[in-house]
């Protein structure tokens, strides 16, 4: 019988030379999260001998690489990463982090980290809300997200209890 187990899907990000600092950040971030390994350019480049090619990390249980391909590729929405928070407290903590240092808000929950890559920061129970069988309900929390930036699941429920 042939092996029809998952392979590994590893989600590789490109960028120009900050692959271990934001490495570094996103472990820092993170709990479980570790570098595995840090691979360098050798003599025959395509940049200097020694620079960081790539980064291997894992943030909890997934892996991923981090790739100082070069100016030629950059970040933008059509590829996100989601945070399901437990409370407003890790929201809050998280959007704080990854909005600093040069990073930007964005609307509905999304922002963008200093090196540009796309994080949607979402509170535990957001489906519920939005998914509300009382149509008028979900509405009401769907037009209060759409005014946020950051997500207050506080105010959120509130809006939907109208």
Not at 95 to 115: P, Q
Not at 147 to 155: C, E, I, N, W
Request: hydrophobic share 40%.
């Amino acid at each position: 019988m042939p092996d029809i187990s998952s392979p590994r899907i590893t989600p590789n990000l490109w960028f120009d030379t900050q692959a271990e600092e934001a490495a570094d950040f996103y472990v820092s971030l993170f709990p479980d999260s570790r570098i595995v390994d840090v691979h360098r350019y050798g003599p025959v480049g395509p940049r200097p001998e020694g620079e960081v090619m790539l980064v291997v990390f894992e943030l909890g249980a997934t892996r991923f690489c981090a790739i100082n391909g070069g100016p030629q590729f950059t970040f933008d929405e059509a590829v996100s990463f989601e945070i399901t928070c437990r409370d407003q407290a890790e929201v809050d903590r998280y959007w704080d982090a990854l909005t600093a240092d040069g990073g930007a808000e964005s609307r509905c929950g999304w922002c963008k980290d200093r090196f540009g890559l796309s994080w949607q920061v979402v509170p535990e129970g957001m489906g519920e809300i939005l998914g509300d069988p009382d149509r008028d309900r979900a509405g009401r929390a769907l037009t209060a997200m759409f005014g946020m930036a950051k997500l207050d699941v506080a105010a959120l429920r509130a809006a939907a209890d109208g």
